[in-house]
């Protein structure tokens, strides 16, 4: 599975003129990385992740996955929502079997399956409750079940924790790793949050303030699990941060 | 916050237990207060017209056991004929207004095609077509077919409003599962629209219940409480006249009651405060 994007432009009409959300965007993305996307807010990382999903069509330039150019919503990419979009009227089962379901595969597999993945996101015991009965990090488990039990090649994930408090959030960060490394899935996460990026990924795309563009790649060699307050990962963070920040002041000075 | 009250269920329950039978005693006074004035009132006016509760409480209970001769039938028998015309009416109403709204909030041809029409029958009173239903349709039919009318809008309103209600993110999650637009129709939006048609029933079943009894009062078939409350009129039993408008009170009190108990548990279940 390799995802390439090459020169990707998404405009947005806007009044009598056109806006430029995402100009020249370029990323190879291979077989089972984690490639967390960090950008300041409103710079089209979100527009971007749902180009790929296939929610929004591009301009211009290429998105192919496997050689093939991404043209709508497909089954061979999965995604996870910020604002966890369950069902609210289907248990956490039926949540999960969603896809499966569309597909038509018969009930006993399906069972199986959901099964298979609802264990994986350690939800067992809860197969029958509904959404409105759980809490934040459990419906984002359901969230990610949901998406897995599709078998997507890539797990485009859109903020998926910003919803979450804080010590939520890290506990789901270092579940999401066991879940990673244990379904073997490629994975692009979406977030503001440098702490986040440098926790997760293999490597992180800083974009640039609108129209949104790379602007620099970081790999991270850093073994997991990572320790958040080792010294290492505190440079990681300066440097990212250090490359964030500046994006962030250069365009807000910049602007009127 | 919202979950704290839970950690001390026993402190919590016995609050509300508290607050609650506070309002029920309220509620019991405000009922005293009225039957007293309604008595004091009845007993200085004197006028048979007005008749004292206790006369209304007999004529109430009579009713239900005495065969009234001119209509052939018990206050049950008028009850069973107006609840048959309501459930007519308003089963009707709920095919035409289901499918019709679903289209509607769905599909903008749809809607540009029905919307003028619509428009034009939702601001006439049900009441008004009264006379030409009976015309048309006879003392069977006219007074189901206004009381179809009444509950249709309410119903058709909130089905094109949930349909538009839908949150967008559940329908990129299905796009996202491989849902076609049939699959997002079947399995998003007709599920989403379950709680706002039970709330379009909820306003159907008190406009019906005004409907009937005003349809029924101008003419109709094999009794019905409206009948049985303008015949008691005519005859000069006003003490029987007010205990058929009770008999409708319960009638919309049990039916829009239970309706709303339904909606809260569907709320409830959907995940809606």
């Known amino acids: ?256 | 916050m919202p979950n704290k009250p839970r950690l001390i269920l026993g402190i919590f329950n016995r609050e509300r237990f508290l607050s609650n039978s506070k309002q029920i005693i309220i509620g019991i006074i405000a009922l005293v207060v009225f039957v007293a004035v309604w008595w004091e009132v009845s007993l200085t006016l004197k006028l048979s017209y007005v008749p004292a509760p206790d006369a209304v409480s007999n004529a109430f209970f009579t009713s239900f056991g005495k065969v009234e001769m001119s209509l052939g039938t018990t206050m049950w028998g008028n009850i069973a004929a107006s609840l048959q015309r309501f459930a007519i009416g308003f089963i009707f109403a709920f095919i035409i207004a289901l499918p019709l709204g679903l289209l509607m909030g769905f599909f903008r041809i749809a809607d540009s095609f029905f919307k003028p029409i619509v428009e034009i029958f939702r601001p006439m009173p049900p009441i008004a077509w009264v006379p030409v239903f009976l015309l048309i349709f006879g003392l069977f039919w006219g007074p189901v077919m206004v009381i179809f009318l009444g509950v249709l809008f309410p119903l058709l309103s909130n089905v094109i409003f949930g349909v538009k209600s839908v949150d967008a993110p559940l329908i990129d999650a299905a796009r996202t599962m491989g849902a076609n637009r049939f699959a997002l129709f079947t399995k998003v939006v007709m599920p989403y629209t379950i709680p706002y048609i039970m709330t379009g029933i909820t306003i159907g079943l008190g406009i019906g219940w005004m409907c009937i009894v005003a349809a029924e009062m101008i003419g109709a078939v094999g009794g019905g409480v409206g009948y049985y409350i303008s015949y008691m009129s005519q005859i000069g039993r006003y003490d029987f006249m007010f205990a058929g408008m009770v008999v409708i009170a319960i009638l919309g009190i049990v039916t829009v009651g239970a309706s709303r108990f339904v909606e809260k548990r569907l709320n409830r279940r959907m995940g809606i405060k």
Not at chain 1, 10 to 37: G, H, Q, S
Not at chain 1, 115 to 136: A, D, H, M, R, T
Not at chain 1, 140 to 155: C, S, T
């Open chain 1, 1 to 256: 599975m390799t995802l390439t994007i090459e020169h990707l432009v998404k405009e947005f009409p806007k009044e009598k003129e056109m806006l430029l959300a995402i100009d020249d965007f370029n990323l190879e993305v291979k077989e089972r990385e984690f490639v967390c996307i960090l950008g300041p807010s409103g710079c089209g990382k979100t527009t971007l992740l749902r180009i790929i999903a296939g929610l929004e069509t591009k301009t211009s330039g290429s998105m192919r996955l496997d050689g093939r150019e991404i043209a709508g919503p497909g089954r061979d990419r999965g995604m996870v929502f910020q604002e966890f979009a369950l069902f609210p009227w289907r248990t956490v089962r039926k949540n999960v079997e969603f896809g499966l379901e569309i597909r038509r595969i018969p009930t006993a597999e399906r069972t199986k399956t959901a099964e298979e993945f609802i264990n994986l996101v350690g939800l067992k015991g809860f197969e029958n409750s509904y959404p409105y009965q759980l809490s934040g990090g459990m419906k984002q488990r359901v969230g990610i079940a949901r998406a897995l039990a599709n078998n997507p090649e890539v797990l485009l994930m859109d903020e998926p924790f910003g919803a979450l408090d804080a010590q939520t959030r890290n506990m789901m960060q270092k579940e999401l790793l066991r879940i990673w490394q244990q379904t073997k899935k490629t994975v692009i996460f979406i977030t503001h949050s440098v702490d986040e990026a440098c926790y997760l990924a293999d490597r992180i795309v800083v974009m640039t303030t609108r129209p949104g563009t790379v602007k620099e790649i970081f790999t991270i060699d850093l073994p997991r699990p990572r320790d958040r307050v080792s010294v290492e990962f505190a440079n990681l963070r300066k440097k990212v941060l250090a490359e964030l920040e500046r994006e962030t002041i250069v365009n807000t000075v910049a602007a009127p």
